[in-house]
């Protein structure tokens, strides 16, 4: 026998001893995935967040509200002096653009969905990077995980030198490798087999120490949950791009066509008084149609661009909120992220598959059956429709093109239309032989727009449909309506949520009981729980049109009251349900509603109550009364959109000030400009740090269903 088979003989005998044979405590050998987060190509955007969570959890038990923690961690800004934005600025540490501009932006472009195509998709497959090299994976079902493994810190004392280490498949007939290194240093598994069959997925490891001693760890298993997201833009994470608009220290926009005369691009000049527009201000020095304006290109390089000519309208389009996707204003602040991440961070043996379709404006027909209207980038190729999220799922979920045929029938109606109508609709499905995995839980936000929440909206900050009209052209749809026209809607929605539950089972084989669907947060109150509006322009002022009605918001307020019961009736949990729901006994689905108690005090109004009135004021838009030389009450290029707030939905202002969405086709300056920026930019949605307080309560119900006693073995306490 020649010396190499020797050698690989005693090396086989002794791999199948320590396997098979000696035994170990689990604490001896300690492992975790390498990303474990697949939504992120790259270890470097995954690092980001469990540095800021370590940092937030601290020791002992989880906190209830880690995911708070973090996102504080994440989005304060870097700043000494945090009490307004100008003195943020002026007391800026090393990170403090960077914190200004929040943690997504710096993930925004290592993520596995393709925001740069048309349309916007997930690709089958995603080139993830780890600390060994690159690899190309299944985006949903993986072959194989990257692993780090080590001893024990107290299994090293006075342990010096290398140590060997071997592995093996625990798939029969697998490879046996293995490798030398200093017993100091973690070993990386670069391809650990992964199956959904358990007792073949995986690697055993042993590791044999200089003084002879061995330790090994037969199930070394990844376990690996799919998670989808699906609905509206309660979870899309609407009003938080994961890159805000950032805005000049002195140039101004004028929102009035008539002035786009080549000389007012060369410099400051006189802005005439406003004329024609049925515009007011209850601030006599202050013109409405003069505006903070996006920090541009051509202000970079110290130049003017002529505001007619299209390079303005080019480098003003270059320099909008950039998005996960646009069209939907889906970014990674949603909440349906950070329960993903979450799952991720805090056990370590835990791979997380994610894929949210979430949409701003989506409801059950149009947005999860059929497509729907985007967001933005209508005027790009393949971009006037948004595809429906279940047939965007179900192209990603199947291994073929293979189809089957379902239909349903759902009362379909136009926005503001009282005017009822039942469709068929037909849906083409993934057969079950064919779909490459089942999907562990959904989180899923729907029925708002159902019922019309937008148009509720505008009913309560606008007093008439016709100083707005223009605006309801734009979008070909009405823009404001009243309650009465709801109630038409909610008495279907049974019908239209029953549809969605047998499509979710019929078309992916989805249990209700692995549907998490969260229920509305409450936007109308104030620091001390009363109704919003007795400041009817607080957080309204981007334009003279919006302020707050008391008595509509009242009206509105009762009738979310009677949608949030009904949203537990049609779940089964709800009290005195009609009789003749469609659901019946309930969808079977998780309606969770235990975050709801966070917001009554902080609702679009509310202030800090330890400084209430300087709150106040800083909710104003940011303009230079009377042609001074600064702005007031500070400068919009100090703008901190993620910072934290006693608020945790979004004004008007402050939609302007971080969105900033503007229609497509239009003059840049029409003076409905702002108005469109404030109701269409994501007023009236929760905060980056509102959809982490969600993300906290919904992680809690998700834990129960993707925790598995005989698999989890959370190590982030280590």
Same mark, same amino acid.
């Given at each position: 026998m020649g010396r190499h088979s020797l050698?690989?003989?005693?090396?086989?005998?002794?791999?199948?001893?320590?396997?098979?044979?000696?035994?170990?405590?689990?604490?001896?050998?300690?492992?975790?995935?390498?990303?474990?987060?697949?939504?992120?190509?790259?270890?470097?955007?995954?690092?980001?967040?469990?540095?800021?969570y370590h940092a937030a959890?601290?020791?002992g038990d989880v906190p209830r509200d880690v995911v708070w923690r973090t996102e504080r961690r994440l989005n304060d800004p870097d700043c000494r002096d945090s009490s307004s934005p100008d003195r943020c600025a002026a007391t800026a540490g090393k990170r403090y653009q960077q914190s200004r501009l929040g943690w997504a932006a710096q993930t925004l472009n290592d993520v596995c969905y393709d925001r740069n195509s048309r349309p916007r998709r997930y690709h089958p497959t995603c080139e993830r990077v780890y600390s060994w090299g690159r690899a190309r994976e299944d985006y949903v079902l993986p072959e194989a995980h990257t692993v780090t493994i080590w001893v024990a810190a107290d299994k090293l004392e006075g342990v010096t030198g290398e140590c060997t280490w071997m592995w093996r498949p625990r798939r029969e007939g697998g490879k046996i490798e293995t490798r030398k290194h200093a017993c100091s240093n973690k070993l990386t598994i670069a391809r650990v087999p992964y199956s959904r069959d358990a007792s073949i997925s995986g690697v055993s490891v042993a590791v044999t120490l200089p003084n002879g001693t061995q330790l090994s760890e037969r199930d070394v298993v990844v376990e690996d949950v799919f998670i989808v997201a699906l609905g509206d833009s309660f979870a899309s994470g609407e009003s938080n791009p994961d890159r805000p608009v950032q805005f000049s220290p002195s140039r101004e926009m004028v929102y009035d066509p008539t002035l786009l005369q080549d000389e007012l691009a060369m410099g400051p000049q006189p802005i005439p008084p406003v004329k024609g527009f049925g515009l007011s201000s209850s601030n006599p020095q202050i013109n409405p149609k003069v505006l903070p304006?996006?920090?541009m290109e051509d202000e970079l390089a110290e130049r003017f661009l002529r505001l007619s000519s299209p390079e303005f309208?080019?480098?003003?389009? @270059?320099?909008?909120? %950039?998005?996960?996707?646009?069209?939907? =204003? !889906? #970014?990674?602040?949603?909440?349906?992220? @950070?329960?993903?991440? %979450?799952?991720?961070?805090?056990?370590? =043996? !835990? #791979?997380?598959t994610f894929a949210t379709f979430t949409c701003s404006g989506a409801e059950v027909a149009n947005g999860l059956f059929l497509e729907m209207d985007p967001r933005q980038g209508f005027s790009e190729p393949n971009g006037r429709k948004v595809r429906a999220q279940l047939d965007q799922l179900t192209d990603l979920l199947c291994r073929g093109t293979s189809r089957q045929q379902t239909d349903y029938t759902l009362p379909m109606y136009g926005a503001g239309s009282t005017s009822v109508a039942v469709q068929r609709i037909t849906m083409n499905w993934c057969p079950p032989g064919q779909r490459k995995r089942p999907i562990d839980v959904v989180f899923m936000s729907v029925g708002g727009n159902d019922v019309g929440f937008g148009g509720l909206v505008a009913y309560s900050m606008t007093e008439s449909a016709s100083d707005f009209a223009p605006i309801a052209a734009w979008i070909g749809s009405s823009i404001r309506f009243s309650p009465q026209v709801s109630r038409v809607y909610l008495n279907v929605l049974d019908e239209r949520i029953k549809a969605l539950k047998d499509?979710?089972?019929?078309?992916?084989?989805?249990?209700?009981?692995?549907?998490?669907?969260?229920?509305?947060?409450?936007?109308?109150?104030?620091?001390?729980?009363?109704?919003?509006?007795?400041?009817?322009?607080?957080?309204?002022?981007v334009h003279p049109g919006l302020q707050l009605?008391?008595?509509?918001?009242?009206?509105?307020?009762?009738?979310?009251?009677?949608?949030l019961g009904r949203l537990e009736c049609i779940s089964g949990r709800g009290r005195n349900c009609p009789g003749n729901l469609a659901t019946g006994p309930g969808t079977g689905f998780k309606l969770v509603t235990d975050h709801i108690p966070e917001f009554?005090?902080?609702?679009m109004c509310a202030r800090d109550p330890k400084r209430a009135l300087a709150d106040g004021i800083y909710m104003r838009v940011p303009r230079r009364p009377g042609g001074a030389d600064e702005f007031r009450p500070y400068s919009p290029a100090a703008t901190l959109p993620y910072a934290r707030h006693w608020r945790l939905f979004r004004t008007p202002n402050d939609?302007?000030?971080?969105?900033?969405?503007?229609?497509?086709?239009?003059?840049?300056?029409?003076?409905?400009?702002?108005?469109y920026a404030g109701l269409y930019s994501g007023a009236i949605h929760p905060t980056a740090e509102a959809h982490a307080i969600v993300a906290d309560h919904v992680v809690r119900h998700a834990r129960g269903i993707v925790d598995k006693p005989h698999t989890a073995r959370a190590i982030a306490a280590q």
């Amino acid at each position: 026998m020649g010396r190499h088979s020797l050698a690989a003989t005693v090396l086989v005998v002794t791999i199948l001893a320590v396997f098979g044979h000696t035994p170990t405590q689990a604490q001896d050998l300690q492992w975790q995935v390498e990303n474990p987060f697949r939504f992120f190509k790259s270890t470097r955007s995954f690092a980001l967040h469990e540095a800021a969570y370590h940092a937030a959890r601290g020791k002992g038990d989880v906190p209830r509200d880690v995911v708070w923690r973090t996102e504080r961690r994440l989005n304060d800004p870097d700043c000494r002096d945090s009490s307004s934005p100008d003195r943020c600025a002026a007391t800026a540490g090393k990170r403090y653009q960077q914190s200004r501009l929040g943690w997504a932006a710096q993930t925004l472009n290592d993520v596995c969905y393709d925001r740069n195509s048309r349309p916007r998709r997930y690709h089958p497959t995603c080139e993830r990077v780890y600390s060994w090299g690159r690899a190309r994976e299944d985006y949903v079902l993986p072959e194989a995980h990257t692993v780090t493994i080590w001893v024990a810190a107290d299994k090293l004392e006075g342990v010096t030198g290398e140590c060997t280490w071997m592995w093996r498949p625990r798939r029969e007939g697998g490879k046996i490798e293995t490798r030398k290194h200093a017993c100091s240093n973690k070993l990386t598994i670069a391809r650990v087999p992964y199956s959904r069959d358990a007792s073949i997925s995986g690697v055993s490891v042993a590791v044999t120490l200089p003084n002879g001693t061995q330790l090994s760890e037969r199930d070394v298993v990844v376990e690996d949950v799919f998670i989808v997201a699906l609905g509206d833009s309660f979870a899309s994470g609407e009003s938080n791009p994961d890159r805000p608009v950032q805005f000049s220290p002195s140039r101004e926009m004028v929102y009035d066509p008539t002035l786009l005369q080549d000389e007012l691009a060369m410099g400051p000049q006189p802005i005439p008084p406003v004329k024609g527009f049925g515009l007011s201000s209850s601030n006599p020095q202050i013109n409405p149609k003069v505006l903070p304006r996006r920090l541009m290109e051509d202000e970079l390089a110290e130049r003017f661009l002529r505001l007619s000519s299209p390079e303005f309208r080019a480098a003003f389009d @270059r320099a909008q909120a %950039q998005w996960l996707s646009n069209d939907c =204003h !889906r #970014s990674q602040y949603g909440y349906p992220v @950070r329960v993903g991440l %979450q799952l991720a961070l805090e056990n370590r =043996h !835990r #791979s997380v598959t994610f894929a949210t379709f979430t949409c701003s404006g989506a409801e059950v027909a149009n947005g999860l059956f059929l497509e729907m209207d985007p967001r933005q980038g209508f005027s790009e190729p393949n971009g006037r429709k948004v595809r429906a999220q279940l047939d965007q799922l179900t192209d990603l979920l199947c291994r073929g093109t293979s189809r089957q045929q379902t239909d349903y029938t759902l009362p379909m109606y136009g926005a503001g239309s009282t005017s009822v109508a039942v469709q068929r609709i037909t849906m083409n499905w993934c057969p079950p032989g064919q779909r490459k995995r089942p999907i562990d839980v959904v989180f899923m936000s729907v029925g708002g727009n159902d019922v019309g929440f937008g148009g509720l909206v505008a009913y309560s900050m606008t007093e008439s449909a016709s100083d707005f009209a223009p605006i309801a052209a734009w979008i070909g749809s009405s823009i404001r309506f009243s309650p009465q026209v709801s109630r038409v809607y909610l008495n279907v929605l049974d019908e239209r949520i029953k549809a969605l539950k047998d499509a979710l089972h019929q078309g992916f084989g989805i249990e209700p009981s692995r549907v998490l669907q969260t229920s509305y947060e409450p936007i109308q109150f104030d620091e001390n729980g009363q109704l919003c509006g007795s400041q009817p322009r607080l957080g309204l002022d981007v334009h003279p049109g919006l302020q707050l009605n008391r008595g509509r918001l009242k009206e509105t307020a009762d009738f979310l009251g009677e949608f949030l019961g009904r949203l537990e009736c049609i779940s089964g949990r709800g009290r005195n349900c009609p009789g003749n729901l469609a659901t019946g006994p309930g969808t079977g689905f998780k309606l969770v509603t235990d975050h709801i108690p966070e917001f009554t005090r902080r609702g679009m109004c509310a202030r800090d109550p330890k400084r209430a009135l300087a709150d106040g004021i800083y909710m104003r838009v940011p303009r230079r009364p009377g042609g001074a030389d600064e702005f007031r009450p500070y400068s919009p290029a100090a703008t901190l959109p993620y910072a934290r707030h006693w608020r945790l939905f979004r004004t008007p202002n402050d939609a302007f000030l971080t969105a900033h969405t503007h229609r497509e086709g239009v003059s840049a300056f029409d003076i409905l400009q702002p108005a469109y920026a404030g109701l269409y930019s994501g007023a009236i949605h929760p905060t980056a740090e509102a959809h982490a307080i969600v993300a906290d309560h919904v992680v809690r119900h998700a834990r129960g269903i993707v925790d598995k006693p005989h698999t989890a073995r959370a190590i982030a306490a280590q």
